[in-house]
């Protein structure tokens, strides 16, 4: 019995370790209250960076905590991040200057904070929820050539995207019980007209709130963009939820939306609720 109960909270005390949480405090840009990244030991190493992005002035470290987000990193050799920027609600709101509008600091600060961690840049996978989708979505459209795929899930306001060389896969999402549906449908559509590579997903009789059902949904894109070399993207259209033709999605591009595998289609016609 001493024995198992030794194994028992050894085994529990390399759990905790691997889960330590350690922040790294940065000067925050100008129109910034707070600039600090969580962060949590996964792989030496890492090919990219997994960056978890809260709420508006919200703190990422519990999402970080996940067991399930932690698994992800370690199986795609990834670091993993969380964002906790914050900035008042004016700069935010009246003045866009805050941290949800990455080309104003904010961006930069996150990159510093990557070279810190982990000793020079990397590519980076993208999460945002609700003021984090704001900054996913700023940021991707900032600085593409850092995103190697993103999500942002339900914002209240955008950006129109703008036609770039460089376009990274992404997904907007929402719930369709939220206020902000519609600029998101919207956001979406701006994006697929102008030749982005992106997914739309609504969800069903869900307001503004976390998804785990998403959450398992982006953890299965984001594999699949990163073995991208294996797998066969496909084309479908986000109404009628059947697989396109190229052909079709150039003649109608924001009816239709991209995914990195066909392995997806079924797991995001389960999901997506038109």
């Excluded at 003021?131 to 306001?157: D, M």
């Excluded at 549906?181 to 919207?186: K, N, P, R, V």
């Excluded at 959450?215 to 009628?240: E, G, H, M, N």
Aim: charged share 20%; with cysteine.
């Amino acid at each position: 019995m001493k024995t198992t109960a030794l194994l028992f909270l050894a085994g529990m005390a390399g759990l905790m370790a691997a889960e330590k949480v350690e922040t790294l405090r940065l000067e925050p840009a100008p129109n910034m209250t707070r600039a600090e990244l969580h962060h949590v030991a996964t792989v030496p190493n890492p090919k990219a960076v997994l960056v978890l992005c809260p709420g508006c002035n919200g703190s990422g470290e519990d999402l970080i905590r996940s067991p399930k987000w932690i698994a992800f990193a370690k199986q795609n050799r990834l670091g993993l991040v969380g964002l906790s920027f914050a900035s008042s609600m004016s700069a935010i709101e009246d003045e866009n200057t805050g941290y949800y509008y990455a080309s104003k600091g904010s961006g930069e600060k996150l990159l510093e904070g990557i070279r810190e961690i982990y000793g020079r840049d990397l590519p980076l996978l993208l999460y945002g929820i609700s003021g984090g989708a704001h900054f996913t979505s700023r940021f991707e459209e900032w600085n593409p050539v850092c995103v190697l795929t993103w999500c942002a899930y339900s914002a209240g306001w955008w950006d129109e995207p703008q036609r770039n060389p460089i376009s990274p896969p992404g997904i907007v999402a929402c719930g369709d019980e939220d206020p902000r549906y519609g600029a998101s449908l919207i956001y979406f559509k701006q994006g697929r007209a102008a030749g982005k590579p992106w997914q739309w997903v609504s969800l069903a009789k869900i307001g503004h709130q976390g998804s785990p059902e998403l959450d398992d949904f982006v953890r299965d894109y984001f594999s699949a963009v990163l073995s991208q070399a294996k797998t066969t993207p496909i084309w479908a259209d986000i109404d009628r939820e059947e697989k396109v033709s190229s052909g079709e999605q150039e003649a109608q591009p924001s009816l239709t939306g991209w995914l990195p595998s066909e392995t997806l289609f079924a797991e995001w016609r389960k999901l997506n609720a038109p």
